[in-house]
């Protein structure tokens, strides 16, 4: 073979290559509007989807895209989060409080053309009583159930062991047993291979591509109405930079942000024309928890919890060398809340906050008494000797994930540091092992919590506890008291909601004196949309709210596009010309360089 | 192929110590002069001076509270002003004195990993190269199985297998880059044992640890020293990466650690240069510094080459 | 970016030339090669018994991590660790592995509950776009430049190459991709953000619009793959050719009063390019496991991400699964370099 034609293919290779490069540059597809004229609303998210089957599907992503596909029982109210109906009109509750019978709303249908009737519901909650790979994801909503049935199309009823609060916030995606009777083994069908995906809900799933998109069609004949957008995408972007530079770009029309943006790139595109960033009241709270002592229902302990964390002077001086504020002011930059109680302040029935004499404030000097009223004195070199006579360095689990752990964890080195107290940070990109196993002092903890708050304050029962060391319990933290449990008892029985919230909020004044579980901060919701390509879109709650993750699907159902889409346009087209104009001159430069080298090679050596 | 300068005069190594040692001087002095012509070299060797000197100054110029948090003088990410030159990082503390105190870690740890690196290589080299049979078979079995390791992917592993620390990073980097050092070590062994001198040392009853540690040993030396600058180079890089993949410890302040913070604070989709620039241009320049010495040094020992020049 | 440093010892420099001589039988090379295939299997098998013993060390029981934070019953976690065969103890697992291994089943991925086998079959092509791409752009750009660079050895241009070079290999390449996207994703001052910041497809395409959005996706990720890569090539393949270059038949080729462009062309280049093959062939089987940074970088749809992914879990089969795949491109390159090289240079293969 000639090495001229081997060495001539070759340079011909790279130019064809280099032309493909500055051809795709050039032709940057446009967003928000697909060519077909059809509105897009694409959104950024940083987590991939674990399952599209509703009976195993457990991250955010995977269940609001449940909430999109499939009609649940009952829906919250975008304003108070109060049950509105939805595929239930009504239902009530049997005296003994032990029976529930469902409405079930009557003419609407799946995308494939059947019938929605109680049936479908009845069936969705026994498949997850009777089969254990349909349990895996919200089997814990029906462990209290003791039978499903549907006596007519319209009806279905619940009975139950024993009383529950929670009855209208079931979070089950109804799917249509005429589809899912076919599924063979529940805890492998993810539900990724048939499009579209026979749903109910406000869009129907046409296609899914993992760690790249999941696309979603508007369902013109949703019962309360079509959405204004015929598509919605939510787009995978591994890194939230990414992401967020694709919203300034138009690639994108909005950013979840995971949690949320950090304060850098709120403040960078609050600038910025045609963005605008939704910075609201968070459902989460932010909090130090302690190990109380892990141990089980039968009494035995495990664990390796450090054993001055037992006393609760202790508990309450580490807290009281936390300083809120700074943590408020220079780890989340003001995009969050002073953590008080429990429940965070947007849920408005249920936020408590602690009397004057009851707070736990800032104060160093007050905390440094605690702990030499509790007997851990300061040594020569300063630090505090546990009772062992050893000096206290306290483990604090940290999720390696999470910035705000990180950084807070640096802050709670010297803020302890201070009053002669180590800290070893655990940063760790999993940290369940440890948690459960009870092998931490501290660890940094966070629940996103539900308009019905029964969940959150589950995890901290007794009945939470694993049965034995071996189990795994639904328990946060390992904690168990018993007024807190006599509490827990009596919300979950009541019916009346007044009555009901202020049990509530004696637990939480509970858990607060307990010093347990400190609340630091409710972050803020941060995310960032594009007014270019969407109009309006509700918040949750209404007034001021999340975007993403919200607990109905009221956001993506009712965001209106924006009239105009050529801002978008005009950047694109302005980016093919320059592409190509760059693209053309890099070309010319890179022959006029070979053609130079060669002829000054001939030249020369010749 | 190297280097049988200082051993020449063969038998003549058995005499006094003084002699070698006077040997070993003017061999030094040689490669000195040698490596004066190499004006990359120089300019590699003049930078990690610098670099050197940055580190090991840093606790006079910024100080060792830099790195405190609640003391941090400025607001979160200020970009650079005439207070702090560079701005300031998430925690509103000077980034100056950040990627000046960041220096001693990323250094400490390229120096620790390299050297763990190159120990265990030339361990492996040095003993398969001098004991034959199924312990070298053996040996380089291992050493050709760690290399087709893909390493990045195995120090994350380790990284992740492990607690997370600075020993963890340096582990997991040394144990996964050695095995081109010992292939290099184990073919200069064979060479230097295939030399009528070591053959006379064994006769004189010198054992197998004479034999290294006095006729191997110094004649790899050179070659081990390349390896080791060249080593340093992509130790620093690898410490970054681990750093920025976050499987470091998330406390201790290096180059790598405040990439990984510039971006967990989305420096970079918020224009916040300042605090994404000037660590990476650190990372590649001791990087660049420390392979463009090795390279020198390699060529030095190696003429034909002809790199660097 | 364990990789080794850019330096021309580390691959072996090519013996003193000789006249080449064919002597060699087709038997000899056989065995050379059933050498080579054997001690390949050899690594796989030992690659095989390290995946599954190393990230068995990983703290943490998967069944319960997957489950964290759910209340969910001793009977579940059970039924999970059964499913999962973690029931068994730990030699039985690993004769259970390692037979399924065998017939090319890797087991079902704890958080997709999915064959791993297709998790990898997913992402791989995506990572063979990638990596295919930048591989075949950057050696021949590394070739193209290091023997231009080799030619005129000394001068402005080989030093001015050498220098880029090294530099560009000297940077991060996370870093060089976060800068890249700042400047050409966001756009900075009058650039326009020309590329995508992400991603591999705006999804929706088709045909050759969707070729084309791939293409436009791809520009980013391999210009900062080609340009931390192509200095190693180039480095080997410059004083590949310096080494050719004292030879006496080129001498000798010249004082026949061949053309120089000629000679190097028809006479060094070739000869030179020997030693290159061995790297290339070891940095294709590097580049697609070392692509896990570009892919975090630009949230590329490939094995990279997905290894992280399973890492965190841990995702024990998946984590398995693709160690295993990554040892093996590195394995089957490095032997297919092993049987290629005697092929081109009948000086090798004892």
Redesign the interface.
Known sequence: MSTREQHSRARRLLAAAAAALTVSAGLAPHQAVAADGDKVLTVAVAQSVDSLSPFLAQRLLSTSIHRLMYEYLTNYDPGDAHAVPALATEWKSSPDKLTWTYTIRSGTKWSDGQRVTAEDAAWTFQKMMTDEGAATANGSFVGNFREVTAPSPTELVIRLKKPQATMTALDVPIVPKHVWEKVGDFSEFNNDKDFPVVGNGPFILTDYKPDSYVRLEANKDFWRGAPKFDELVFRYYKDQDAAVAALRKGEVSFVAGSPSLTPAQADSLKGEKNIHVNDAPGRRFYALATNPGARARNGEKFGDGHPSLLDERVRHALFRAVDRETIIDRVFQGHAVRGEGYIPPRFSTYFWKPAAGQELSYDPAEAGRLLDQAGYRKNGDGKRLGKDGKPITYRVLCHATDPNDKAIGQYLQEWWGELGIGVRLDCLDNVTDPWLAGTYDLAFDGWSVNPDPDFVLSIHTCAALPATPKDTGATDNFICDKRYDELYARQLAEYDPAKRADLVKQMQSRLYDTGYMNVMAYPNAVEAYRTDHIASITTMPEKAGNIYGQDGYWSWWSATPADSDDSAGDSGSAGVVIGLAAGGAVLVAAGAFFALRRRATAEDRE | MTTGTTTKTGAGAAGPRALARQRRRQSAVRFWKRYRTHR?GLVGLVGLALFALVALTAPLTVGTDVS???G?PGR??ESPSAEFWLGTD???RDLLGLLVWGSRVSLLVGLLAAALSVAIGTTVGVTAGHFKGAYATVLM?IT??FL??????L????A??L??SLGTVVLA?GV??WP?TAR?VRAQTLAVESRPYIERAKALGGGHWHVMSRHVLPNVMP?VL??TT??I???V??E??LA????S???VLSW?GL?Q?A???????????WY??PP?IA???V??A???C??AV?SVL?P?????? | MTADAPSASNVKAAAPVVPAQRARTATRYLRYGAGKVAGAAVSLLAVLVTGFFLFRLIPGDPVKTMTGGRPISAEQLAAYREEFGLDLPLWQQFTDYCGKALTGDLGTSYQFRAPVVDKISEALPNTLLLTGTAFVLYTLLGIVLGTRSAWRHGGLGDRLNTGLALTLYSIPSFWLGLLLIIVFSVGMGPIPGLFPTGGMESGGEEGFAYVLDVAHHLVLPVVTLVAVEYGQTLLVARSALLDEMGSDYLTTARAKGLRDDLVRRRHAVPNALLPTVTLVFVNLGRTVAGVILVETVFSWPGLGGLFYQALSVPDLPLVQGLFLFFAAAVIVMNTLADLVYPLLDPRVGR
């Open positions: 990359a405190s948090v609640t941090a979160p990410m998430r925690f509103g079995r050709d199985w087709v390791m893909p390493t990045l992917v120090a994350i592993a380790l992740t297998v607690p997370r980097i996964t880059s081109t290099l070659l390349a390896q060249l080593m180079s992509s130790s890089l690898a970054a990466t920025f993949l976050g499987v410890d998330p406390t790598g990439l913070d971006r967990e604070a989305g420096a970079v989709s918020s224009g916040n240069w994404l620039v990476g990372i590649a320049v990087a660049l420390f392979t463009l090795g390279r390699e190696n034909r080459l002809g790199v660097g020049r």
